[in-house]
């Protein structure tokens, strides 16, 4: 199937600069485009491969109009336009609705009849499926939960007692939300179990990636907000709330009771502790370890970067010997006055 | 369901200052606490939420029994208490004895009548199942695996092959035990694989989060201690092994080989290193980088915590230029002297 | 069963030193192995076990060869012996062909009949599987993938649409290829999701360990090289490129568009940027934080070391203070001059 620059553009809210009715089939990377394939510049590493480009088009910026060797389509946000027009090339797949003959339902479940349950799935008593969820192969959804208009487990999900996801949510496969928070009181030596009795909420739009955990609270739910996105092997605390529209890329930890803000951008492997509160619009730089809470918004990081292991091993030591130069320069100091 | 004061006392060893027949159905916090809900007083940072609190009783050390608005019940470790009364008013969830009729069951694995075995469960060849185990939906127990009396493995676990689990565990989704540990050799530049022969061996009352993954020994078997909490996303290499109430938060890595003591609490993010050795009643605070065994008992740390990115950016410099720093004081000393 | 000495070394290309005709069951260690037993000595902190073991025979290189007690195999490289003999000693287990009566295949893929297709497995549309594949128990198969001869799938596996795996690889539970990429572009204050319309591409050979995640591609496809080993719970980003036997161990997290070289070693914990380029036989040792493109071989780190937590307190002060000091430097060098 093919669509013209004119429909594309038209998606897009663009304008074209070229022909209106050349025809284009998907998209590729500037580098490796065929004539029939559109492509895209929105950041700035790959501009040094436009001019040469041998796409039948390129969505690009005013600015970049005129490196653009064949048709363009100008936007202000080239890769938001992106977004959108590879999703008109590359409709979401279509699941029919029903129960695959190998599912195991407890009969107590309410799913909606344009809902599509998949190979082997697993929905215990008393959830409520709504319509247009599809549930992937092997999920398992326990007592209890509901799942909003809209929303699909991919596969492998496991979904713990009384967890609500709100609609048009993605779950990746291997993804698990509500198990057990972490729990734990010592009682003389012997730790005994903390009874985690509160439930996880999701709300609507969110995407959770593959084998993301996120626990059930102990008292009161874990909450995730609104527009939510959440990058793989994310690993969220009991009572954690994640404010509306945050994003988190892959294998970022935070603790139990910690609550992160609206609007937030956390790279990856960020470390948040527990009991912590971070606020609105901050961002994180990958692998920055949180350890006190964030009150205002702005750009936060920690970490040193990778040198070479032998500069490392030095680099090291002078961080040892600190304190020794420290006391080295108040001497020079008191000598000198 | 409606508990008087006086039950909940009795079971946790505390004294009820106030009306003992006072009746509470759940727990919540002291802040969102309704009057037929009991609370509890643990970690100081909510002390501030005490006194307003309209919680028809809390659970309080006789410290704070001053400022509790309303019924209090005092015991000497609140979060102790609290965790057996929540386990009081909330019983663990009973399963029916039997087998699914989706399950697929190796005759020769031995299982206890009195074990719940769940949908689309897998059981190979030469399993042995005690008493009371539940075996969740879809989990994987591959063969010559044993598990013992009164151990939950809630959903969606795969146990490889001779993986033995004591009594009492509770293993959340995701959790993967005796899988491959990582053992390859350098033929001439080609990597080949080290057959990964023994297998894990867990002890009595362990937890284990949700998609943590605990490998298969090389040659000798990966241990877990007895009393061992694990949470999420935790990996555990070959022939690692896991001292006795030893308690680790989410998203640890232990490399293979290591040995660590028992009562240590190590911290969300750590990661130790293959073939080391740590002591007894080590603390690691979160994200500390272990890369040398350590032989005394005691806390200890690692890391930078966030600053500023425009400070951070700074800082790194500096700490590259510490080497020039040390430099030029050496240089100020030789003047002066 | 039994093997003798002579047979060992022939299969390892290696000379024994004593009775050829001794036989031996199984590898121990040098400390616990019994004497119908081999060992090995490889890693140097193991060799004080060397002269005291009791193993009936030890393969070592021909520098340690006085100190074996008993019978010994002299090999240029024991680890890579050991290797091999451990497989002649413990042999893949067989699985036999054909598909389990529980497992949902569509008719529209290709099995070949030497395949072995476990209990509850998924297999959707236009799949291809080669000779002596095996899918163990549970695993899901998605819309045209393709299974390369001699694959292993252990269990639990969930491959999503049009992942390609080549010839003799081996994928351990809970291992996700090719869920979608995290690609989001934000529209105005709300994240919209890019599409991710490639795939992911693994090579021959190629080990990948429990709970391991490869996202597929945005645009083109993520891809694996020939011979790659990964451990457990890596995450590997959309579009990213790992080079020809490369070896990446546990928890390693890798972002976008990122290009590997060959050969590398990436040790546990590391976490590298997207969009960047590391060289061929680049070593990272465990936790280092990469934030650049690293375009030389060699090896590089970063990160600090565990130290006592009243140290790391002042460290981190010092730390702080860095700035200060250096300003204090250049007035005592102010002053000097």
Same mark, same amino acid.
């Given at each position: 199937?093919?669509?013209?620059l004119a429909?594309?553009a038209?998606h897009?809210?663009?304008v074209?600069?070229?022909d209106?009715?050349?025809?284009?089939?998907?998209?590729a990377t500037l580098?490796?485009?065929?004539?029939?394939q559109?492509?895209?510049l929105?950041n700035?590493?790959y501009?040094?491969?436009l001019?040469?480009?041998?796409a039948?088009?390129?969505?690009?910026n005013?600015?970049?109009?005129?490196?653009?060797p064949?048709?363009?389509i100008?936007?202000?946000?080239p890769?938001?336009a992106?977004?959108?027009?590879?999703?008109?090339?590359?409709?979401?797949?279509?699941?029919s609705?029903?129960i695959a003959s190998s599912?195991?339902i407890?009969?107590s479940s309410?799913?909606h009849?344009?809902?599509?349950?998949?190979?082997?799935v697993?929905?215990?008593?008393?959830?409520v499926i709504?319509?247009?969820v599809?549930?992937?192969p092997?999920?398992?959804i326990?007592?209890g939960s509901k799942i909003?208009?809209?929303?699909?487990?991919t596969?492998n999900i496991t979904l713990c007692?009384?967890?609500? #996801? *709100?609609?048009? &949510?993605?779950?990746h496969?291997? +993804?698990v939300i %509500?198990?057990d928070?972490?729990g734990?009181?010592?009682?003389g030596?012997?730790w005994?179990?903390?009874p985690?009795?509160g439930?996880v909420k999701?709300?609507d739009?969110?995407e959770i990636?593959?084998?993301?955990?996120?626990?059930?609270g102990?008292?009161?739910?874990?909450?995730?907000?609104?527009g939510?996105?959440?990058?793989?092997q994310i690993?969220i605390g009991?009572?954690?709330?994640?404010g509306?529209?945050?994003?988190?890329?892959?294998?970022?930890?935070?603790?139990?009771?910690t609550? #992160? *803000?609206?609007? &937030?951008?956390?790279g990856?492997g +960020?470390g948040? %502790?527990?009991?912590?509160?971070?606020?609105?619009n901050v961002l994180?730089?990958?692998?920055?370890?949180?350890t006190?809470?964030?009150?205002?918004?702005?750009s936060y990081s920690s970490?040193?970067?990778?040198?070479p292991?032998a500069?490392?091993?030095?680099?090291?030591i002078?961080?040892?010997?600190m304190?020794?130069?420290?006391a080295k320069?108040?001497?020079?100091?008191a000598?000198?006055?």
């Amino acid at each position: 199937m093919a669509w013209t620059l004119a429909e594309i553009a038209k998606h897009v809210g663009g304008v074209v600069h070229g022909d209106e009715a050349y025809q284009v089939e998907s998209f590729a990377t500037l580098e490796n485009a065929a004539n029939n394939q559109i492509s895209f510049l929105a950041n700035l590493k790959y501009r040094k491969f436009l001019t040469s480009t041998v796409a039948g088009a390129v969505i690009v910026n005013a600015e970049a109009l005129d490196s653009v060797p064949n048709n363009a389509i100008v936007v202000d946000d080239p890769y938001v336009a992106y977004a959108k027009a590879a999703r008109l090339l590359n409709p979401v797949r279509v699941h029919s609705p029903g129960i695959a003959s190998s599912a195991v339902i407890n009969e107590s479940s309410s799913i909606h009849s344009s809902a599509s349950i998949g190979a082997q799935v697993v929905i215990e008593s008393g959830v409520v499926i709504e319509e247009n969820v599809v549930i992937g192969p092997h999920c398992i959804i326990m007592s209890g939960s509901k799942i909003g208009a809209g929303t699909r487990l991919t596969a492998n999900i496991t979904l713990c007692e009384g967890v609500q #996801i *709100g609609q048009r &949510c993605t779950l990746h496969p291997g +993804v698990v939300i %509500g198990a057990d928070g972490f729990g734990i009181a010592n009682d003389g030596g012997k730790w005994i179990k903390v009874p985690q009795v509160g439930s996880v909420k999701i709300g609507d739009d969110v995407e959770i990636g593959a084998n993301t955990t996120i626990d059930r609270g102990a008292i009161e739910d874990t909450i995730i907000g609104q527009g939510v996105k959440l990058d793989n092997q994310i690993q969220i605390g009991h009572n954690t709330i994640v404010g509306d529209h945050t994003v988190i890329a892959g294998c970022v930890g935070i603790a139990g009771s910690t609550t #992160i *803000g609206k609007y &937030c951008v956390i790279g990856g492997g +960020v470390g948040i %502790g527990g009991h912590l509160s971070i606020a609105d619009n901050v961002l994180l730089t990958g692998m920055t370890m949180v350890t006190k809470s964030i009150n205002s918004a702005g750009s936060y990081s920690s970490g040193i970067p990778a040198e070479p292991t032998a500069l490392w091993h030095k680099s090291v030591i002078r961080y040892r010997q600190m304190d020794k130069l420290v006391a080295k320069v108040k001497e020079l100091e008191a000598k000198l006055s």
